[in-house]
């Protein structure tokens, strides 16, 4: 099974403690004002994407203490499943988080399950073995693939606060890079090299409309965007 391109393993661990712990950083410094404020994850406002960040955090933690012995069958690209249809807000799942995160009403409460719980997925992915094999959604890989894999997430949720909110700092540069790589694995096909590691990320998965000359260098590839990740 081939693997991702670029940091892996113990360096996909550092990828992802210094991407999570700059997005934690950017949601505890967020004024109250900005969770009642659309997001770039279509349909969910800053309190919904944070509220999915908490069930995120949970989701690593649960991973991390779920062993496996067989051989993997997914690695950091392979774990992502890309289609083209955005989010229309009809999942159960997309749905409860709504409603869960309307039901902290203060946004300090949210804050500071955000900052227990995802400090904590932090620290354990900080000793986790990246050889280690984990199983998770009914697959099995590596814990480095793993840990690897939600750079991208991370990267992207990153973006959805600081592309939208002003005085927003973007997520670690090498995260981004990395991010990049790994969605451009997932597409089978690099982007333009004009194009930013931002651009890529945010116009690969829909979250920034391309302008007509954008289009135009994309060529061929244009007709398989947005990568709609899950």
Request: hydrophobic share 45%; charged share 20%.
């Amino acid at each position: 099974m081939s693997s991702v391109p670029g940091p892996h393993y113990r360096a996909g661990v550092d990828l992802f403690t210094r991407s999570w712990a700059a997005l934690l950083a950017v949601v505890a410094g967020l004024p109250e004002r900005d969770f009642g404020r659309p997001s770039g994850c279509a349909g969910w406002l800053v309190r919904d994407l944070v509220c999915h960040l908490v069930i995120d955090a949970q989701d690593v933690l649960i991973t991390l203490v779920t062993p496996a012995d067989a051989e993997p069958t997914v690695d950091a690209v392979t774990y992502w499943k890309a289609g083209n249809q955005p989010p229309d807000g009809d999942d159960p799942l997309d749905a409860l988080t709504v409603r869960l995160a309307a039901a902290y009403e203060d946004p300090e409460l949210l804050k500071f399950h955000l900052d227990d719980v995802g400090s904590a997925a932090g620290r354990a992915a900080r000793l986790a073995d990246p050889d280690a094999r984990v199983r998770t959604q009914d697959q099995v890989l590596t814990t480095g693939d793993y840990l690897a894999a939600y750079v991208l997430e991370w990267t992207l949720h990153h973006l959805d606060l600081s592309d939208r909110l002003p005085g927003v700092a973007g997520p670690p540069a090498e995260g981004a890079t990395a991010s990049r790589a790994l969605l451009e694995a997932i597409a089978g096909a690099a982007f333009p090299p004009s194009f930013s590691d931002t651009d890529v990320l945010l116009i690969g998965t829909g979250r920034r409309v391309p302008t007509p000359a954008r289009l135009a260098e994309l060529g061929a590839l244009a007709t398989r965007l947005p990568l709609v990740l899950g």
